[in-house]
C-alpha cells in the first residue's frame, strides 16, 4: 500500500474521532437535557442537511480542483463546529448550539470524506482497491470504536465539556498534519479525462449498474443510521449509563473493524455483491434480536452481529463506485451517492424519532429489520446488471495498463 495512502487512512481516523465525538455528545447532551427523540432526530438530520443540498456540486467541484483545497476548506470548517457547544455552553443557550454544530459539522465533514474516498480510488490500482477500501473503512471503523466510548467515560467523569474539548482537539490535530505532512504529498489534479457534455448529475440514474449500487447503499446508510441514533435513545429509555451506550456503540465499530479486517479473504471468495447482499441479511437479523433483550451484555452481544454485517458492505459499495461510474466522473458519482445518502440522514431520524415517541424504540427495530430482509432480495439479481465480476474486471483492466504500456514502447 502506497505511503500516501496510509496517511490519508490516518487523517481520517484523526479527523472522524472529533466528527463521532462531537456527534454523539451532542445527542447525549440533548437527551441529558430532557429533549425528546424527535428533538434529537431533528438535530442529528441537520448533521446531513447542509451535505444533501450540496453533495453533488462539492463532487463535481472536488472533480475540478483536485483534492487539496476541499480537504483543508472540511477540516477548517469542523474546527468552527465542533467548537459551538464548546463555547456555548447548552445550560446557558439551550440547545441551539447543539442544532448549529450538527449542521456545520456535517458539511466539513462531507468534503474530507469525499475527497479521501476518491484519493484512495485514485491512488489505488484494480488488484488491491477492493483491499484499500476494506483499509479505510477500518479507519473508520477504529475512530467510531474509540470516539464513542472515550466520550462516554469523559461525559460521565469529567462532564459534556471535557468531551467537546476531546472532539476540537482532535480535529486541530488533522488539521496541522494535513497541512504539514499531507498536503504538499497530494496530487494537484485527477488527471482524468474532462466531461464536456454532462446532461445533469441524476443521469448517472439512468445506468443501471450505477443506480443499483446507489440504491443498495442508501438502504444500507438507512441501517447505520438507525444503530448510531436509536441505540442513545433505546439506552436511555431502558436506564443505560453514558459510558454503557457509548461501550455498545464502540462495540459495533468494533465488529465493522474486525470484519473488514479480513476483507481481503473474503473478496477473494464473494463478489462486491454478494458480500452486500449478506450484509443485508444478517443485518435484518441483528434489528429483529435488538428489542428482544436489555441487558448491557446482551445488547453489546447484538451490536457486535449488526456491525459484523454493515461493516462489510461499506469497502464492496465504495470498489463498485469506483468501477462501475463513467469516466472523469467518479467524485459526482460520489456526490450523488452522498446527497442520497444525507437524504436518508436528514429524513431518517426525524421518522425514527417521532416513531419511538409513538410506538417505542423497540418497535422501530423490528420495521427496519423488514426492510432490510427485502432489501437483501433485491441486492441479490443486482450483480446481474453489474458490468462484471471482481476478478474478470482485475483481469480486464490488468490487459489495458499492459497495452498501454506496449503502445507508450
Same mark, same amino acid.
Given at each position: 500500500?502506497?505511503?500516501?495512502?496510509?496517511?490519508?487512512?490516518?487523517?481520517?481516523?484523526?479527523?472522524?474521532?472529533?466528527?463521532?465525538?462531537?456527534?454523539?455528545?451532542?445527542?447525549?447532551?440533548?437527551?441529558? =437535557?430532557?429533549?425528546?427523540?424527535?428533538?434529537?432526530?431533528?438535530?442529528? *438530520?441537520?448533521?446531513?442537511?447542509?451535505?444533501?443540498?450540496?453533495?453533488? #456540486?462539492?463532487?463535481?467541484?472536488?472533480?475540478?480542483?483536485?483534492?487539496?483545497?476541499?480537504?483543508?476548506?472540511?477540516?477548517?470548517?469542523?474546527?468552527?463546529?465542533?467548537?459551538?457547544?464548546?463555547? %456555548?455552553?447548552?445550560?446557558?443557550?439551550?440547545?441551539?448550539?447543539?442544532?448549529?454544530?450538527?449542521?456545520?459539522?456535517?458539511?466539513?465533514f462531507m468534503l474530507v470524506q469525499m475527497t479521501n474516498q476518491q484519493l484512495v480510488g485514485h491512488l489505488s490500482d484494480a488488484k488491491n482497491r477492493t483491499n484499500n477500501f476494506a483499509f479505510l473503512a477500518m479507519g473508520y471503523s477504529a475512530a467510531n470504536l474509540s470516539a464513542p466510548i472515550a466520550s462516554g467515560y469523559l461525559i460521565d467523569h469529567l462532564?459534556?465539556?471535557?468531551?467537546? *474539548?476531546?472532539?476540537?482537539?482532535?480535529?486541530?490535530?488533522?488539521?496541522?498534519?494535513?497541512?504539514?505532512?499531507?498536503?504538499?504529498?497530494?496530487?494537484?489534479?485527477?488527471?482524468?479525462?474532462?466531461?464536456?457534455?454532462?446532461?445533469?448529475?441524476?443521469?448517472?440514474?439512468?445506468?443501471?449498474?450505477?443506480?443499483?449500487?446507489?440504491?443498495?447503499?442508501?438502504?444500507?446508510?438507512?441501517?447505520?443510521?438507525?444503530?448510531? %441514533?436509536?441505540?442513545?435513545?433505546?439506552?436511555? $429509555?431502558?436506564?443505560?449509563?453514558?459510558?454503557?451506550?457509548?461501550?455498545?456503540?464502540?462495540?459495533?465499530?468494533?465488529?465493522?473493524?474486525?470484519?473488514?479486517?479480513?476483507?481481503? %479473504?473474503?473478496?477473494?471468495?464473494?463478489?462486491?455483491?454478494?458480500?452486500?447482499?449478506?450484509?443485508?441479511?444478517?443485518? *435484518?437479523?441483528?434489528?429483529?434480536?435488538?428489542?428482544?433483550?436489555?441487558?448491557?451484555?446482551?445488547?453489546?452481544?447484538?451490536?457486535?452481529?449488526?456491525?459484523?454485517?454493515?461493516?462489510?458492505?461499506?469497502?464492496?459499495?465504495?470498489?463498485?463506485?469506483?468501477?462501475?461510474?463513467?469516466?472523469?466522473?467518479?467524485?459526482?458519482?460520489?456526490?450523488? #451517492?452522498?446527497?442520497?445518502?444525507?437524504?436518508?440522514?436528514?429524513?431518517?431520524?426525524?421518522?425514527?424519532?417521532?416513531?419511538?415517541?409513538?410506538?417505542?424504540?423497540?418497535?422501530?427495530?423490528?420495521?427496519?429489520?423488514?426492510?432490510?430482509?427485502?432489501?437483501?432480495?433485491?441486492?441479490?439479481?443486482? =450483480?446481474?446488471?453489474?458490468?462484471? #465480476?471482481?476478478? $474478470?474486471?482485475v483481469v480486464d483492466e490488468l490487459e489495458k495498463e499492459r497495452q498501454t504500456r506496449s503502445s507508450e514502447k
Open positions: 500500500m502506497p505511503l500516501t495512502i496510509i496517511k490519508i487512512i490516518l487523517l481520517t481516523v484523526v479527523v472522524q474521532i472529533g466528527c463521532v465525538s462531537s456527534r454523539v455528545s451532542c445527542s447525549l447532551d440533548a437527551l441529558y =437535557e430532557k429533549a425528546t427523540a424527535l428533538e434529537v432526530g431533528v438535530m442529528m *438530520a441537520l448533521f446531513a442537511f447542509v451535505p444533501a443540498l450540496f453533495a453533488i #456540486r462539492s463532487g463535481q467541484w472536488i472533480d475540478s480542483v483536485g483534492p487539496k483545497k476541499p480537504v483543508l476548506i472540511g477540516i477548517c470548517i469542523m474546527s468552527v463546529a465542533v467548537f459551538l457547544p464548546l463555547g %456555548f455552553d447548552v445550560k446557558t443557550f439551550g440547545l441551539w448550539p447543539l442544532y448549529a454544530s450538527c449542521m456545520v459539522n456535517g458539511l466539513g462532564g459534556f465539556q471535557s468531551a467537546y *474539548a476531546m472532539a476540537l482537539c482532535s480535529v486541530i490535530i488533522g488539521l496541522v498534519a494535513f497541512v504539514l505532512l499531507i498536503r504538499s504529498k497530494l496530487p494537484s489534479s485527477w488527471n482524468r479525462p474532462k466531461v464536456v457534455k454532462r446532461k445533469g448529475s441524476f443521469e448517472l440514474m439512468g445506468i443501471p449498474h450505477v443506480r443499483n449500487v446507489l440504491i443498495a447503499s442508501s438502504f444500507m446508510s438507512m441501517a447505520w443510521d438507525l444503530q448510531s %441514533f436509536m441505540i442513545p435513545v433505546y439506552g436511555t $429509555e431502558i436506564g443505560l449509563t453514558a459510558s454503557e451506550v457509548g461501550w455498545i456503540l464502540g462495540v459495533f465499530a468494533a465488529a465493522t473493524f474486525f470484519v473488514r479486517l479480513f476483507m481481503p %479473504f473474503i473478496s477473494r471468495h464473494l463478489s462486491e455483491w454478494q458480500t452486500i447482499t449478506c450484509a443485508f441479511g444478517l443485518g *435484518a437479523l441483528a434489528y429483529a434480536l435488538f428489542p428482544l433483550f436489555s441487558g448491557f451484555v446482551m445488547l453489546s452481544a447484538v451490536a457486535f452481529l449488526l456491525g459484523m454485517a454493515l461493516g462489510s458492505s461499506q469497502p464492496n459499495v465504495m470498489s463498485l463506485i469506483h468501477t462501475e461510474s463513467p469516466p472523469g466522473r467518479t467524485g459526482e458519482a460520489l456526490g450523488l #451517492r452522498t446527497m442520497l445518502l444525507n437524504m436518508c440522514h436528514t429524513t431518517l431520524p426525524i421518522i425514527f424519532g417521532a416513531a419511538g415517541s409513538v410506538i417505542g424504540a423497540g418497535a422501530v427495530f423490528y420495521v427496519v429489520a423488514g426492510l432490510m430482509g427485502g432489501v437483501s432480495v433485491f441486492t441479490s439479481r443486482c =450483480e446481474k446488471q453489474s458490468l462484471s #465480476r471482481s476478478s $474478470e474486471r
